[in-house]
């Protein structure tokens, strides 16, 4: 276990390093919540009969959306792409440590240090700083603060597990490619970060609500807005965590496999 | 040689470097083909839970989106070698370029040629064509001119943007994600009618980065719509030469750049 903590220490200080890149990072999060609140108020402004989420709290949705970006299994570890190309594999595999903890722990800290230096001062720009139409709302009370905070460790493990099959695949060349750029893009949608999740036609809801994906973004958010209760948040941690299990496993299965035909690259 | 020739011969080296690998290519341009659809089918979503957006209907901002898009697609297919110049930068490969006699445009121009973004263009140009009979707008040979000329001003400010943010990389590495903004956030922005937004996000994106004259007012022409911002009725006409106005501002700025460069050298 040390061993993987220090891997995961080791990366949050390399990640550290570049701060003012962080403070950069805030940029294109920051626009796009101000673009989505400026649609969302010009859609509700023409809006006929009652809608699933206010304004207010679909504002408020789309500015944690904006919060978590950085947390999202986008992509995989791009060092990782790197070592299977140039063939620096060779390395890790003489690590005494296991790989898949290996990589997971390094995933997980590129999911942290975004919370840290991008989630949080952009939480903070829109809880305090913008003006009234864009602000975001505070959580629905403390209890789904702290719900909100439970969900979104879950959503951290989840994103990791993902991320880590995203660059194991590669390995995989040409079918493992193809799955690398379109996951993400399904992720995208099924999490919520394109539209929020309550606001899809009644005909979807059922597919998206039973699908994994939406722990990733939009079950923390409606936990933050209160629209599932905080008693009721831990009914669905559970197959969060069920699901991130799964995928742990579906990762280290692939891993192995990956592992037994891995051709190290270079001489 | 001349500099059209020996930009084919970049593309030609290019081209046959990605054939190499055939599959990945393709795999690449299904997933473009398929992050734009889905793009749509939010904006499908939107529609079907709020019926309208101010006077616009879901074709039609079907079509804003399409147009933007393509615009986006063929300045990522060509231009993108600008926005990966930074790492020329910092590596000091520029150094390179630099020796050579010929301009660096060119030369940073043929870079990149990115081929998997033709698909943004064909699933624009199929989406543009979709949306126009659907609305039955009758499309005299103006119009679509107009609609050309918006697509190909759109290029140019992208394009621009690529150029000004390579450019500003002379001085700064952290501006990547400032670019990013203006570009693959934007089109987030601009597949709405700019009208919904502020008074000076809209001069901004008028007068300055001139990305709204490329969508909202070309639209507003060819749809007929009445413009909601107040500008004279000739505007939308000649809005779409803003773009390569934009452009060629951004190279006075990359020529002066590219006098300031310190190589980082070893």
Redesign the interface.
Known sequence: MKGYLTVFRIRVLALLQYRLAALARLAPPLFVGFVRAAFFTAFFAGAAGEQPLTLAQTVTYCWVNQALVGIQPWSGDPEVLQIIRNGNIAYELCRPLDLYGHWFSRLTAHRLVPLATGSIPLAAIALFLLPDGYRMGAPASPASALAFLLSLAGAVLMSSALSNILGIITVWTVSGEGLYYLAPVIFSVLCGAIVPLPLFPASLQGLVNFLPFRALMDTPAQIYLGLIPPARAGLLLAPQLLWTAAFILIGRLLLTRALKSVIIQGG | MNALQLYGRYVRVYVAGLMEYR??LL??L??TL??SI??C??IW??F???????SWTFPETLLLFSVASMAFGLAEWLGRGFDKFPAQVATGDFDRMLLRPRSTVLQVLGTRFELNKIGRVIQGGLLAWYCLTLLGAPLTPARAALLAAAVVGGAFVYGGVFVLFATLSFWTI?????A??LT??SL??FQ?PVE???PW?RRFFTFVVPLACITYYPLVAVLGKTDATGLPAWFPWLAPALGPVFFLGTLLLWRFGVRHYHSTGS
């Open positions: 599959v990945s795999l690449r299904l997933s398929a992050g889905l793009e089918v939010g979503v939107l079907t839970r709020f019926g309208l957006l101010g952290q501006s990547v994600q400032l990013y903004v693959n956030c987030d922005m709405y919904i937004y502020g996000v």
